[in-house]
């Protein structure tokens, strides 16, 4: 579903990726962990076209297109999905309003008719209970007010209503207590198909308690230094990344 | 609001021109251009006035000639040749419409192009219209049945003939002659307007509705509006704003007053599109408004407008709280684009006890534009407790365009508790990348974000005109992104 | 009558005829041009926006004369290097690098300094009595006192000139104070130039007698990665109004400008700042605190520019003001033009009174409600007089509000 090969980029003319390797394929989930400074962010901003990074080497092809031939509201389109690691507030928008110009933008890129806002209320409806969000908050200004909790879990709650080909999850987990993590894993789980696949990216071996990856990849200072099966999270969290930093001088 | 989509926007968003652009082929009778007494006199026979009415005229025009035009706001423009503006032009068939079908059907077309159309408006909306073309206002609806509850809505003119006390008693105590260049001007000139009054613990049962339209080339319009909210009464008042695309300069030059007596209500609101010249600020309409309103104790005024036409808007509708416990609001956004200019805000003067006010204005600029917020929150010695407070926010689209916030504020009592804040801005970055993540045009996240950041005064608005609102600030922001 | 008065009382003129001429080498030209724009000016009248709350009655109504000698010398600071003026003469420094009075120099070292075509400006360079020169090339060991004293019944024009080379730092004060029973007005002016990485924080004193007029405007331009500091602090006077005006002319500086105003009485205290931001990435706070006593006016206009093309401004101003009394007032102007658009730029004003469920709370404890006002209003310009880094500085003040309101610090 997605190649990355050789991707270089830089931000501020400091190199933070260095070649960096991976590939997805539909129905898998990927993990990528690595220390702090790693480059796990810039991997997720520069997948959903943040222009302030500089790409100066490789390619991305997502579903055979030159995704950084596309603008970030192209690859939203075309089923590419950021969970933020800080969701953003916009006053006064609220969550419905917000989403269902989204979903028909994305729509309209298909040749699809807009939703009806009958089935449009429906399928809120239903993809709120997936993550246990009060529907209160559907009617909310985006994220505005919000608790870490709730952010996040409407970050899930989006996912489920645009239904994304990839779902990139950055940092998901940071800033959950153990029953948010429990409840936004279980709406990622739910959400898994054979056609879709999901990047998650964190620090933190908790959240694959919940979200079983079927590759763990570890980044460190810019490139994937090891991949493994999903024990390799456990080794990590039991030997920690200095244990990479010596395997990998060594 | 909730029944406008994203569709119906992306609809309006492909007309991005201004679209009220078009001139009505209507047969216009017109003065001579140019001002002198025998102009003012000739208006005044051809409206028949009484002999009060002339002097009242006479008397600004003589305070006017002695008085300069106004050069503190942060605009340029080139002052208008006040003797090369035409004062009176009228539709030319004058004669009372009996019913809506004797109504010019040049003149119902214009006004469905306007989206007024008025038996849409009559059967659906239930909103009482009076239609103000250049000078003289020509159709008044559900008149009838406002009589029934004793109000009066009608043109100032036919209010100057049927209620001349009325008229008499409250025209120009807000707004004195001697108030400014604008107002002097207007009160010298003035051809039409509205004419409101609600009687005594009357509740008015529709939103009542002007719109105002400049159609004949080289010429003025001076409205007046007259808004009196007996005792214990309330009113929610409209009034919508166009104007064709013409290479000149437009002048408009309006006064309304707005009498709430004690424990009355009024609900103010504009939505003022003139047009606002084109993209090298070539033309558009020079708004130069006076607009005020008196509270006595218990009543409250509320001013809402959305600023999104004109080429130099000058205008600060205000509130004197006079009566001990009154109240005043303001809500204003705003829009400036390409050279557009925009020098607006409110006073609120606090004279009465408990008096309280609200300010909340949005300033958005775009392209070359500069757009500034100028405002006066008075507390007088005798006005215990008096609170407000304010919040003027303002967001810039491009690096070529400006956003400028003067408040002046005057306290002269210990109990008093005055609170401003303000704010100057980007759109911000993240949540446009946060929206493009999501699937959205730049464009249209644009539209969302800026309406979002307008909502507390959007929500402010009745129903249809937020929808004409939001639609708007759409429209005007049309390729504004830096 | 007034026709009468519109022909003949330029009260500008009125002013400078109890002037002589200033004997310092400025440019000649210059004297010539501002001695011209004099002849054809008068004192600004509230017709003027800047001066739209600022009456200058109380200057032409005064008819200045003389002084008297020798004041008694103000003990503020053991360590400082004291310059000490009197009656708008020098009269005694203690020599450093750097120091020198404008009487000692010759046009050539004279010849940066400017006036504008201002009323106050123009009439205290031409009129200009002394004043010091400093250029700061190597960071002192000590900070610097300049002591401004008059006695008697006296107009002062004198005018500074402060230059902080690169990467120096320095620590001024600048007092003002009077003898009680004098009647003087005091016009002025000093220009400080901050250099590339240079640190200057200046804390301007105001305790001139209940009958002293006190106009006073520094000029200021940093350069890029340059610190600037003001905290003014007016506590006495019977009609005060300083002017600041910032030109922000290099990337990366940061300007703070802090005051406190507390007055009683008749007095009227007249803040009005200028922070013009011409380049990108600068900081720029202000904080003012006022309170109103008895009949006593506070005026506070701050202006903030944000020049075209200079992105990446933050730029912070508060006001907040207390009225004491039925009879106290506040005109306040914050302003911001911004013309730059990726810029954070705020302010704030709230004019008010002490919160009573604080008084109540505090009474509750035990305190009279004298002290739990006091308590509180302390406390109110307490926030801004710890922005004062000089301890010695800032228990005077403490000592000299604790003198006048009675305030425990």
Redesign the interface.
């Known amino acids: 579903m997605i190649k990355i090969k050789n991707l270089h980029a830089n931000i501020e003319g400091k190199e933070i990726l260095k070649g960096l390797d991976l590939e997805v394929n539909a129905g898998e989930v990927h993990a990528i962990m690595g220390p702090n400074g790693a480059g796990k962010s810039t991997l997720a901003s520069i997948l959903a076209g943040r222009e302030e990074y500089e790409i100066t080497a490789g390619s991305i092809t997502f579903d055979g297109i030159d995704l950084l031939e596309l603008s970030t509201e192209e690859r939203a389109r075309e089923g590419l999905f950021l969970a933020f690691q800080y969701p953003v507030e916009i006053p006064g928008v609220s969550n419905i309003n917000f989403l269902r110009t989204a979903l028909n933008e994305i729509r309209e890129y298909k040749g699809q008719e807009p939703i009806s806002a009958k089935d449009f209320m429906q399928m809120v409806r239903d993809k709120s209970a997936l993550v246990e969000l009060d529907s209160k908050l559907a009617n909310r200004s985006v994220n505005e007010g919000f608790s870490g909790g709730e952010k996040k879990r409407n970050e899930i709650f989006q996912m489920a209503m645009l239904d994304p080909k990839l779902a990139i999850l950055d940092e998901t987990d940071s800033g959950l207590d153990i029953d948010a993590l429990r409840i936004v894993a279980n709406g990622v789980n739910k959400l898994k198909t054979p056609h879709n696949a999901s990047i998650v990216i964190t620090h933190y071996q908790r959240l694959l308690d919940y979200i079983v990856p079927d590759f763990v990849h570890v980044l460190y200072d810019g490139k994937i230094v090891k991949t493994g099966p999903k024990e390799l999270a456990l080794t990590l969290e039991e030997k920690g990344y200095d244990w990479i930093k010596e395997s990998i001088l060594s | 609001m909730a029944n406008y989509t994203e569709n119906e926007l992306a609809k309006d968003l492909e007309n991005q021109e201004y679209k009220f652009g078009f001139v009505t082929d209507i047969e216009t009778e017109k003065v001579p251009s140019g001002l002198d007494e025998d102009i003012i006199r000739l208006i005044s026979s051809k409206k028949n006035e009484p002999s009060w009415l002339l002097d009242y005229r006479l008397n600004a025009f003589e305070t006017w000639k002695k008085m300069v035009e106004p050069e503190w706001a942060h605009v340029r423009y080139e002052k208008p040749k006040f003797q090369e503006i035409t004062y009176y032009a009228a539709p030319k068939q004058t004669k009372k419409y009996e019913s809506w079908e004797d109504v010019d059907p040049e003149m119902k077309e214009t006004m469905t192009k306007l989206g007024i159309s008025l038996e849409e408006q009559q059967r659906l909306t239930g909103v009482a219209v009076d239609f103000v073309m250049d000078s003289v206002s020509v159709a008044t609806s559900f008149k009838e049945k406002l009589k029934e509850l004793g109000i009066i809505f009608c043109s100032f003119s036919d209010a100057v003939q049927e209620h001349p006390d009325l008229v008499k008693k409250y025209m120009g105590t807000v707004v004195p002659t001697t108030d400014n260049f604008y107002a002097a001007l207007n009160s010298a000139v003035f051809t039409d307007g509205s004419f409101c009054y609600i009687p005594k613990g009357v509740r008015c049962p529709m939103e009542l509705s002007t719109y105002f339209r400049i159609n004949a080339g080289g010429t003025g319009q001076f409205e007046r509006t007259l808004v009196v909210a007996d005792e214990g009464s309330y009113v929610s008042y409209l009034e919508g704003c166009t104007a064709p695309q013409r290479d000149e300069n437009q002048l408009h030059a309006a006064v309304v007053e707005l009498i709430a007596l004690e424990s009355a209500e009024i609900k103010y609101s504009t939505v003022q599109n003139w047009y606002p010249g084109d993209k090298e600020g070539k033309g558009g309409v020079f708004n130069f408004v006076t607009k005020r309103g008196i509270c006595e104790r218990n009543a409250k005024i509320s001013w809402t407008q959305v600023e999104t036409g004109s080429a130099v808007t000058w205008k600060y509708p205000s509130c004197i709280l006079k009566g001990d416990h009154s109240v005043g609001e303001f809500y204003s956004v705003a829009v400036t684009n390409n050279y557009q200019q925009a020098d607006t805000g409110t006073k609120m003067v606090h004279l009465g006890k408990n008096t309280k006010s609200t300010i909340i204005s949005k300033g958005i600029s775009a392209g070359k534009s500069q757009n500034s917020y100028r405002g006066l929150v008075q507390i007088h010695k005798n006005a215990q407790q008096a609170r407000n407070f304010s919040q003027c926010d303002s967001l810039l689209m491009t690096d070529e365009c400006g956003a400028h916030t003067f408040p002046y504020i005057e306290c002269k009592n210990p109990t008093a508790k005055i609170e401003h804040e303000a704010t100057t801005s980007k759109i911000g970055e993240d949540q446009l990348f946060y929206c493009m993540q999501r699937g959205i045009s730049e464009e249209k996240a644009i539209s969302l974000i800026v309406n979002g950041y307008c909502k507390e005064v959007l929500n402010q608005l009745p129903m249809e005109f937020a929808v004409e609102a939001q639609k708007l600030l759409a429209i005007s922001l049309e390729g504004s992104v830096g | 009558m007034q026709e009468v008065n519109t022909i003949h009382e330029n009260k500008l003129d009125k002013l400078r005829e109890s002037l002589s001429k200033t004997s310092i080498a400025f440019n000649k030209n210059l004297l010539v041009e501002l001695g011209d724009f004099l002849e054809n000016s008068d004192l600004p009248t509230t017709k003027q926006?800047s001066w739209k709350?600022t009456r200058l009655t109380k200057l032409s109504n005064t008819t200045f004369s003389g002084f008297n000698e020798k004041s008694t010398l103000l003990a503020v600071h053991e360590k400082a290097y004291k310059i000490v003026f009197e009656n708008g003469k020098l009269r005694s420094k203690e020599a450093f690098e750097g120091l020198n009075t404008l009487t000692e120099l010759s046009s050539t070292q004279l010849s940066e300094i400017h006036a504008s075509h201002e009323v106050f400006d123009a009439l205290n360079l031409c009129y200009a009595e002394d004043g010091v020169f400093i250029e700061i090339s190597k960071t002192l060991d000590r900070p610097i006192e300049i002591l401004h004293l008059s006695n008697g019944n006296k107009i002062n024009n004198l005018r500074h000139f402060i230059r902080l080379k690169s990467n120096t730092e320095a620590n001024i004060t600048m007092i003002f104070c009077s003898e009680k029973e004098s009647k003087n007005f005091s016009n002025c002016v000093t220009e400080f130039h901050v250099e590339q990485g240079a640190h200057l924080s200046v804390t301007k004193i105001q305790i001139e007698s209940g009958q002293d007029i006190h106009l006073s405007k520094e000029k200021v331009i940093q350069h890029r990665d340059s610190n600037f500091t003001l905290n003014t602090v007016t506590l006495d006077g019977l009609f005060v109004r300083n002017e600041v005006e910032v030109a922000v002319e290099g990337v990366y500086a940061e300007t703070n400008l802090n005051g406190v105003y507390v007055a009683n009485q008749q007095q009227f205290v007249d803040n009005h700042t200028t922070i013009d931001h011409k380049v990108a990435h600068c900081l720029s706070n202000e904080l003012y605190k006022g309170v109103l006593f008895d009949k006593a006016t506070g005026v506070f206009n701050g202006k903030v520019f944000v020049r075209?093309?200079a992105?990446k401004i933050n730029a912070f101003q508060s006001n907040a003001?207390i009225?004491?009394?039925?009879d106290?007032?506040?005109?306040?102007?914050?302003?911001?033009?911004?013309?730059?658009?990726?810029?954070?730029?705020?302010?704030?004003?709230?004019?008010?009174?002490l919160d009573e469920e604080a008084v109540f709370y505090l009474r509750s404890r035990g305190l009279s409600d004298k002290a739990a006002r006091n308590l509180l209003v302390s406390a109110f310009v307490g926030q801004v007089l710890e922005k004062i880094e000089n301890t010695e500085i800032l228990d005077f003040v403490y000592g000299k509000l604790n003198e006048r309101f009675g305030w425990e610090y």
């Open positions: 926006e709350y075209k093309d992105q003001n009225i004491m009394s039925q106290a007032s506040v005109n306040a102007k914050p302003e911001l033009e911004i013309y730059a658009d990726d810029v954070k730029c705020s302010h704030g004003s709230t004019t008010g009174q």
